[in-house]
């Protein structure tokens, strides 16, 4: 493989779970299966920690970034803050192509729902938020995003094994918030789809949840929908 093909399949194990969270990434190991000799598997390494999904640590290598109590307890802060402001710039800033890559990707996610393929569900849930991010053009908040879907993504592999028809429910609910995400978005209704952003974020958060409990948010989130125009 070449470095592009690395990065792709490296990223692709991490969000699938088969690499998990602080698995060590041994630098022999991947050159061999790779294919690739030691500097150009350095850079990839070095392209997956800038995007957050391993950390390099001096004298220890390359691991997969953690999913600690701190990151999570950080993640679920601040995840429903993030996604809120993203879903009212995208209603406002979307183009008509990107809600064709939108509904392309939520044609992804019923499929691997219908199947009960959890991996392929989350995979296809982390493109179809990926796109609304883009969506979103704001370079600040793009990134914050970007991050918190390596994290959202893992935890959801969770979400979509349900153990019993009260959470089979729950999929096709997540499904059914998508297309009504879709359609705000769609008819530039940015106040809808905070509301819709903040209801899909309370559907999922109890099942993600089973990984850490956190503490209390930091700030009442539900108050964004008394003032959307200042999210």
């Not at 779970?17 to 350095?42: F, H, I, N, V």
């Not at 044609?107 to 991996?119: C, E, H, P, Q, V």
Request: glycine share 4%.
């Amino acid at each position: 493989m070449n470095k592009d093909d690395t990065l792709a399949d490296l990223r692709h194990r991490i969000l699938a779970m088969d690499l998990e969270p602080g698995t060590p990434l041994e630098e022999a190991a991947l050159c061999q299966r790779y294919g690739l000799s030691r500097t150009p598997l350095r850079e990839v390494l070095q392209r997956l920690a800038g995007a957050g999904f391993v950390t390099i640590e001096e004298n220890r290598g390359a691991k997969v970034s953690s999913m600690d109590v701190i990151t999570m307890r950080t993640f679920f802060q601040t995840a429903p803050m993030i996604y809120a402001s993203i879903g009212r710039l995208a209603a406002e800033n979307r183009s008509p192509d990107q809600i064709r890559q939108l509904k392309d990707a939520q044609s992804r996610f019923l499929t691997a729902t219908k199947a009960t393929d959890a991996n392929a569900a989350a995979l296809a849930n982390h493109e179809f938020h990926a796109v609304i991010g883009a969506m979103a053009a704001n370079t600040y908040l793009l990134a914050s995003l970007d991050r918190l879907l390596i994290d959202h993504t893992r935890l959801s592999q969770t979400f979509y094994r349900p153990a019993s028809e009260a959470e089979r429910v729950l999929i096709t609910k997540a499904a059914e918030q998508h297309d009504a995400m879709i359609a705000s978005i769609e008819a530039q209704e940015p106040g809808l789809m905070i509301d819709l952003t903040l209801q899909h974020w309370d559907l999922s958060r109890d099942r993600l949840e089973r990984f850490v409990r956190p503490d209390p948010l930091p700030v009442d989130v539900f108050s964004l929908k008394e003032r959307r125009n200042a999210v």
